[in-house]
Structure formats: C-alpha cells, structure tokens
Nanobody, 121 residues
Framework: QVQLVESGGGLVQPGGSLRLSCAAS????????MGWHRQAPGNQRELVAD???????NYADSVKGRFTISRDNTKNTVYLQMNSLKFEDTAVYYC???????????????WGQGTQVTVSA
C-alpha cells in the first residue's frame, strides 16, 4: 500500500519559518506531481503548491515569494519551506502525490493525514 507521511508542522511566531516534509512509501512504481494543500477550520481545502517530476513548481498567489516547494526523487520526498509566516497560514497541511503503485496501474492521487501549522504571537 502507498502511504504519505508528513512531518515538520508546529507552532511558530508571525514572520517565522517552518519546513514541512512528506515521504512516500510502500509499493511505488512511479511518483509524478507532488504537492501541498491546506485547510483551516471552516474553510475549504486549498492548493498551496505543487511540483512536477522535472521540478517545475506551481504556487497559490497567497504564498508566492514566501514558500518554496522542492522534491528529492531519490527519497520519494517533497518539501515545503515556509518563510515569513502569517496568521492566515494557520491550517492543517496535507501532502498529496500522483502515484502509480505498479506499471500496470494508472496514476491516482494519494493523501497524507496532515500536519498542523499554527502561527501565533
């Protein structure tokens, strides 16, 4: 089974930084686009950033210039460096990835269970 596990969340002050990591494990033939979404209480889940296999990133306007997404394909891991954090960045951050478990499978989306990021003075 494919599993995505996030780490790196926590409590930070406004203007601070955090680095999230998400590692994929299990039966994996290939991993394609990987990314991060977030959801605050009472809000819809929204895309934060994603990145292609080739390393081309895509960011939500709200985080451009502050967040950087990257990946290490040798480790099946995607990262999200979050700088200049704001109160409105507070949310549960979910890792996602399009993965083919085997050659005979089609790629499908997998999700981590989420990691809490809280920005508070």
């Amino acid at each position: 089974q494919v599993q995505l596990v996030e780490s790196g969340g926590g409590l930070v002050q406004p203007g601070g930084s955090l680095r999230l990591s998400c590692a994929a494990s299990g039966t994996i033939f290939g991993i394609y686009t990987m990314g991060w979404h977030r959801q605050a209480p009472g809000n819809q889940r929204e895309l934060v950033a994603d990145i292609t296999v080739g390393g081309v990133p895509n960011y939500a306007d709200s985080v451009k210039g502050r967040f950087t997404i990257s990946r290490d394909n040798t480790k099946n891991t995607v990262y999200l460096q979050m700088n200049s954090l704001k109160f409105e960045d507070t949310a549960v951050y979910y890792c996602n990835a399009n993965i083919r478990p085997t050659y005979f499978d089609r790629g499908r989306d997998y999700w981590g269970q989420g990691t809490q990021v809280t920005v508070s003075a």
